[in-house]
């Protein structure tokens, strides 16, 4: 229904298109938000096995970049699914989703050890940079939901806000070409 743009579609509807009982659509997930955040949390589990089958890079910072790049590649698939799912992410469920910590999974994983972060700084940047990237990348994400960031503009601003976040931990510094970016 998504991919038809009923963004807007009920339970009961759902239920009529899947050819199922009124009742299995609230037995299997219990609410509408809990479908998009279970759609949310198949497209994060799609990033994190793209990356994990990709060239292995050593430096922290390219591997973050590449995730962001993998990530972005993800939710510009279908752009018009993945905006209706965003969109859906802020709505409270009876259950809490998974979407934060499978986030943080693949912030986790694009990390690694920590190659090529500062030493001095390398064990806090492993500890608080997942829930910053993932709480960043989210942000991004929002402003692209809302139409406020076009598709072509989606990668550069989540790239720029993962360099941000790194500033701090590793030896990159912005070169003036990329300053304007960061």
Do not use: H, Y
């Not at 910072?61 to 799912?85: C, Q, S």
């Not at 709505?91 to 809490?96: D, F, G, H, L």
């Not at 790194?166 to 990159?172: D, N, V």
């Amino acid at each position: 229904m998504l991919r038809e743009g009923k963004a807007d579609f009920s339970m009961p509807d759902l239920a009529a298109e899947a050819g199922v009982s009124f009742a299995t659509p609230f037995n299997q997930f219990g609410s509408k938000a809990a479908i998009m955040q279970a759609l949310s949390t198949r497209r994060i589990d799609t990033m994190q096995t793209r990356f994990a089958a990709a060239p292995s890079l050593t430096d922290t910072a390219e591997r973050v970049l590449l995730a962001i790049d993998m990530a972005v590649a993800v939710m510009l698939e279908k752009p018009d699914v993945n905006r209706a799912v965003m969109g859906w992410l802020g709505t409270a469920s009876p259950s809490p989703s998974q979407v934060w910590v499978r986030s943080m999974a693949l912030w986790t994983l694009a990390l690694g050890a920590g190659e090529g972060l500062i030493a001095a700084r390398r064990e806090q940047a492993l500890v608080c940079l997942p829930r910053q990237l993932a709480v960043a990348f989210r942000g991004v994400l929002s402003f692209w939901t809302a139409g406020e960031l076009p598709d072509e503009a989606l990668a550069t601003e989540a790239r720029a806000v993962a360099r941000t976040l790194l500033l701090g931990f590793s030896g990159w510094q912005p070169s003036a070409s990329s300053s304007q970016a960061v």
